[in-house]
């Protein structure tokens, strides 16, 4: 069996190594819709994780990252009031 076989005969249980680039704007579009409340747990733990270690290493430029469901919140403990409507 081939390798490009085997990646379609795992099953959904098995985990996988994965090697990510991304550049800040992807990021975020990534970290919005899957760090979302809707968002699947796992994948949504998986940008949770992604967003607040580049938080760390990028806190202005990264600081209103975060999912849709978290945008209300992160909006005011930045600019101490609810985002306009």
């Not at 796992?42 to 990264?62: F, G, Q, V, Y």
């Amino acid at each position: 069996m081939s390798s490009a076989a085997a990646d379609y005969i795992l099953t959904n249980s098995h985990c996988r190594r994965v090697l990510m680039k991304m550049n800040l704007r992807e990021m975020y579009h990534f970290v919005r819709l899957r760090d979302d409340a809707h968002a699947q747990w796992d994948i949504r733990n998986l940008a949770h994780r992604l967003s607040e270690k580049i938080k760390t290493l990028m806190p202005l430029t990264a600081m209103m990252l975060c999912g849709k469901s978290g945008f209300a919140e992160e909006y005011k403990k930045i600019f101490n009031t609810p985002p306009p409507d």
